[in-house]
């Protein structure tokens, strides 16, 4: 089992910056990738972009590359999501989670972010 502990978001204006992070504990040795999802009001949850946990190689959707950045500290089992010019569309409950092998099975509780124009 991996425990995901997520911290940040908030409210913002349009053009600003958050910092989300996320603590995984409990089997954290055994993570393959972790990443961030987010999910808008009456939408499915998506996929922000993901890091692999030995490499920290990051890959991002078409969205949000450019101006989000995660990255990872695998010695103190975090990782993070820079958030910089922020867009109303932006807005969304961000969840982190984990995966072992080939599914997203642990997941955060979620924390809102909203990015007001």
């Known amino acids: 089992q991996v425990q995901l502990v997520e911290s940040g978001g908030g409210s913002v204006q349009a053009g600003g910056s958050l910092r989300l992070s996320c603590k995984a504990s409990?089997?954290?040795?055994?993570?393959?990738?972790m990443g961030w999802f987010r999910q808008a009001p009456g939408k499915g949850r998506d996929l922000v972009g993901d890091i692999t946990w030995s490499g920290g190689v990051a890959a991002y959707a078409d969205s949000v590359r450019g101006r989000f950045t995660i990255s990872r500290d695998s010695a103190k089992n975090t990782m993070s999501l820079q958030m910089n010019s922020l867009k109303p569309e932006d807005t969304a409950v961000y969840y982190c989670a984990a995966r072992l092998g080939g599914t997203w099975e642990y997941w955060g509780q979620g924390t809102q972010v909203t990015v007001s124009s």
């Open positions: 409990g089997r954290a040795s055994a993570i393959y990738v």
